[in-house]
């Protein structure tokens, strides 16, 4: 024992220095990540909560199977998809009229001429799908391959049109997206109405209690909450949904595999283990949030619900998007009553809008004003 200690205290002192130093090309990409934040944290916040994403990913996002059933296409049916979705003009709409006309995304790559669009669209379309090189189609595959490697690591479905969990409700849109990543059980969606719970990243009281009330009258109704995992708003309504025990989306800004806002991780854990929420994206796995992708998330979002409550808005706020989306997909649309402060104005036009209700909640009033609002929507389905 003795000389045991005697060897320990004998072998040398190390110091290991970590290199700490980022190259340009890694400062250019932390930068793009911080203009995108809500918050727009220093570098060195940044690259903290980046590091902590890697590090913690293999510990918190282990592979656990589900108690339902996956569903994922095969590879070469996926790979057919993703090349499409590289011909200009191929579009969600145009992936719903090629599957209501029983053409196959491989075979409309083998034979454009199957194709169901006519005139100029068809031959423009056509003569895109003629263009994609080999390069082009094996690429396709290979990030088709990886997508799949991917889903299969978080026990995560990826759905297409014809697939039984694929949403109706967004199928029967106008944003029927060809492909959606799902983290928990897709039947969530199947059954029931669905309300979106969205609203500025910096809701205040007593807009913030009152969103809170809202969501907490629907779910416990039974109502599915949507929302978009933003802090301030959204989290109000997923949090609300997970409280009341009730069944929640967040539809995500970037592949399944990453949180953000990273400042949400502790709900991301809650809600990945909460057996009635489910993780949705149009964006593949790794895939980033920007700016655009954002946007494009609201539209999802106002895809999957039957109506939508904007908390608090600006009229700049990326809520309002929401918002205009619901008018485009001809949804009712409610808000707060607002108070005249510019972080409202958002707030005073949704109220004067009678193409989507012109509905305006006193921000005071009780759970039966709620109630009577989504009684209406489930009768309008």
Not at 227 to 245: L, P, R
Not at 317 to 329: I, T
Not at 335 to 362: H, M, Q
Request: charged share 25%.
């Amino acid at each position: 024992m003795q000389k045991s200690k005697e060897s320990a205290r004998e072998l040398p002192t190390r110091t290991h220095r970590i290199e700490t130093r980022l190259d340009e090309r890694t400062l250019r990409e932390l930068d793009q990540w911080r203009s995108a934040q809500e918050s727009q944290p220093s570098r060195s916040e940044a690259a903290r909560l980046l590091l902590e994403e890697r590090l913690c990913f293999d510990r918190d996002l282990t592979k656990v199977e589900p108690p339902w059933q996956r569903s994922c296409p095969d590879k070469e049916h996926l790979g057919a998809i993703y090349a499409l979705e590289h011909v200009s003009g191929f579009g969600p709409a145009k992936f719903r009229a090629m599957y209501e006309s029983g053409v196959d995304a491989l075979v409309a790559i083998e034979n454009p001429s199957v194709l169901p669009f006519t005139g100029r669209t068809g031959e423009k379309l056509q003569k895109g799908i003629e263009a994609l090189s080999d390069t082009d189609l094996a690429v396709a595959n290979e990030r088709a391959a990886d997508q799949l490697e991917r889903a299969d690591k978080f026990s995560a479905s990826i759905l297409v049109h014809g697939d039984s969990d694929y949403p109706e409700r967004v199928y029967a849109s106008n944003n029927p997206v060809p492909v959606l990543y799902v983290r928990g059980d897709p039947k969530i969606w199947r059954e029931g109405e669905s309300v979106a719970v969205v609203g500025s990243r910096e809701t205040r009281e007593p807009y913030a209690e009152a969103a809170r009330m809202f969501a907490s009258v629907a779910a416990n109704k039974g109502i599915l909450i949507v929302s978009g995992f933003a802090i301030g708003a959204d989290s109000i309504g997923h949090f609300a949904a997970y409280a009341a025990g009730g069944r929640t989306i967040c539809v995500m800004p970037c592949g399944l595999d990453l949180v953000f806002p990273p400042e949400n991780r502790e709900l991301w854990q809650k809600l990945l283990a909460y057996p009635n929420a489910t993780f949705v994206s149009e964006f593949g796995f790794g895939l980033r949030a920007s700016s655009l992708l954002l946007r494009k998330r609201n539209k999802l979002i106002v895809a999957f619900s039957h109506g939508v409550l904007v908390a608090q808005s600006a009229l700049d706020g990326g809520a309002m998007n929401a918002y205009r989306f619901g008018r485009e997909q001809k949804k009712p649309v409610a808000t707060f009553r607002s108070d005249g402060s510019k972080e409202t104005l958002g707030n005073a036009l949704i109220s004067e809008d009678r193409v989507t209700g012109a509905c305006a909640f006193e921000s005071t009033c009780n759970e039966s004003k709620y109630e009577a609002w989504l009684h209406q929507l489930s009768s309008s389905i």
